[in-house]
């Protein structure tokens, strides 16, 4: 008999009260715990930046895997206390899979201001864009702080075919159209924009036969007009582009037409961007961890 | 189209490819062909020529050898390699059933097995698993192969023949298997997984399998040996839980703080039967 009872003392050893105990794949489409993320947090970003034309915001990417670092750094800007909100440019997660997203969000949730995402190309491994969708949202969207404009892109075209347009240009039309009758009720209430994506022009992901197009698609949105304001080197004062993907510090006119695109290493490398985004113009930040 | 593209891409390449495994790996294992030796006497039977016609034939068939001992008359390499091969294609036949819930394979699943080796400690199974769609694009079918070590088999309870406690036959029908290591390797039936990186990739982009997962696990197991005049259809009925992880989630914990043992351990509870 008392081997009875070491085998229930053994199974109440085992067995912790877990949720994960019992996923059943690691690719199954159920996520447990928060969702719908980016429905959430960006109607909190619009309505603090409601009449606001100064703000800070931090910009994260390709956390995939990398959890202690981005413990360290979600405690590192928490620590801060002068960022408003934390833009993050996608890979997520490393595989796709489902408890590597539950796992990544528990970290960025730890944030004290609110955060946004874009899709990465490591987002969209297996069920992995799916699992994305559901917890944070739709790969396209667009919303505006203050007088800014934040257009977030889906720009892994490498990842999908051709049925789903990467990037899409008719969501960036619409988003132009909507921006220009904005601007047409209240002139000057968006003057700056942010472009936000994963691969920039150029990467192996991006849709490089489409880079000129991409580039005259962005130019309309305010501040990246060609006759916006410039700085003194011929770049834009009000308007530019974030991007990952690369792990690797790179910030250059790309395209050499003015837009600055800014990419930003791994948390990995203990590094990321702050922008502070003024009535004219913008100061950049790069902070060590 | 190379034969490992062929493979990795169709369903019937992956099925091929099973089937030729297991028809000749698995009655290999089963049975090694250096210890055919050990199919001895014992197995052996050759039932003696019961009436006077079997012994003409038998005299007829064999006149010089009027007299001498039965088994040296009869070709004994030619009924050994019958025997024998029969033995081994009989082995084929699986003798398990498995039922599984949860672990790593999917919702639940069900799947066939086989058992070899020394005091069968060895099995081998073939599940099918069923994955919802919830969140994701549609539901999913899985498929794993699963190799399990039953290393130690304890009798629970008291013997009831006290006059005889080493006797097995008078021990409770309960035993219990504190340990069942387990490896499986499953794959899921989904378009969107790959075993070999599509050409689209440059080079060795993403350097892993999203179709093909590999996972360890352990666990234990509790088995009913139903009385031999009971058996209607079972031999054996086990009840077990394992608990597993796989290669993708044993690689994000182990250099990192964060993701916790525990995060990644999955379990599994089922039912086992064991047929004949």
């Known amino acids: ?289 | 189209m190379s034969l490992r593209k062929w493979y990795s891409d169709s369903i019937f390449g992956r099925m091929c490819g099973l089937w030729l495994f297991l028809l000749f790996i698995l009655p290999m294992c089963a049975q090694p062909l250096w210890s055919l030796e050990s199919v001895g006497e014992d197995n052996y039977i050759i039932e003696s020529p019961d009436d006077a016609a079997d012994l003409m034939v038998y005299n007829a068939l064999s006149p010089a050898t009027e007299g001498m001992p039965r088994d040296s008359v009869f070709s004994r390499t030619y009924d050994d390699f019958v025997y024998r091969s029969h033995e081994r294609w009989l082995r084929l036949i699986p003798n398990l059933g498995t039922l599984q819930y949860a672990g790593n394979i999917g919702f639940c699943a069900v799947g066939l097995g086989w058992d070899y080796g020394k005091h069968d400690r060895w099995e081998t199974h073939l599940l099918l698993g069923y994955l919802p769609r919830w969140h994701s694009k549609q539901w999913n079918l899985t498929f794993t192969i699963k190799e399990n070590l039953v290393p130690w088999s304890v009798p629970l309870g008291r013997p009831r023949d006290l006059d005889n406690p080493d006797c097995l036959a008078h021990h409770s029908h309960f035993t219990f298997q504190p340990a069942v290591f387990t490896f499986f390797v499953n794959s899921i039936f989904d378009d969107e997984f790959w075993t070999e990186e599509p050409d689209r990739y440059p080079g060795s982009y993403y350097r892993f399998s999203s179709r093909i997962r590999l996972s360890i696990g352990v666990g234990q197991r509790i088995s009913l040996d139903i009385p031999h005049e009971k058996r209607r259809h079972y031999d054996r009925i086990s009840l077990f839980y394992e608990i597993s992880a796989c290669d993708l989630h044993l690689i994000s914990d182990i250099p990192h703080k964060r993701v916790s043992t525990g995060d990644i351990l999955r379990l599994g509870i089922g039912m086992q039967y064991k047929f004949f």
């Open chain 1, 1 to 289: 008999m008392r081997k009875n009872y070491l085998w229930l003392l053994l199974l109440s050893i085992v067995f912790p009260s877990c949720d994960s105990l019992f996923e059943y794949h690691p690719y199954e489409g159920r996520i447990q715990g928060k969702t719908d993320i980016l429905a959430k947090n960006v109607p909190l970003i619009e309505s603090f930046g409601r009449g606001r034309h100064s703000f800070r915001f931090a910009f994260i990417s390709d956390t995939q895997r990398f959890y202690d670092d981005t413990y360290d750094v979600v405690n590192h800007i928490n620590a801060r206390g002068d960022i408003d909100f934390v833009v993050h440019g996608g890979d997520l997660a490393d595989f796709g899979t489902t408890a590597e997203f539950e796992w990544m969000r528990d970290e960025l949730e730890r944030l004290s201001m609110p955060y946004v995402t874009v899709i990465g190309n490591h987002d969209c491994l297996g069920t992995g864009e799916y699992i994305y969708e559901k917890m944070f949202g739709t790969d396209n969207y667009s919303f505006s702080v203050g007088n800014t404009h934040f257009v977030m892109l889906n720009t892994v075209a490498l990842e999908n075919d051709y049925s789903n347009p990467v990037p899409d240009f008719g969501f960036i039309k619409e988003d132009i159209a909507r921006v220009t009758q904005i601007n047409s009720q209240t002139p000057d209430s968006l003057t700056h924009t942010v472009v936000v994506m994963h691969s920039r022009p150029g990467d192996e992901q991006f849709n490089n036969n489409v880079i000129d197009v991409f580039d005259l698609f962005l130019m309309p949105f305010p501040g990246l007009e060609k006759d916006a304001p410039c700085r003194a080197d011929g770049t834009r004062l009000n308007g530019f582009c974030l991007n990952g993907h690369n792990h690797n510090r790179s910030i250059k006119d790309l395209l050499g037409d003015g837009i600055m695109y800014y990419g930003v290493p791994t948390v990995k490398k203990r590094k990321y961007y702050v922008f502070t985004i003024q009535e004219e113009g913008y100061e950049f930040e790069e902070v060590v961890f």
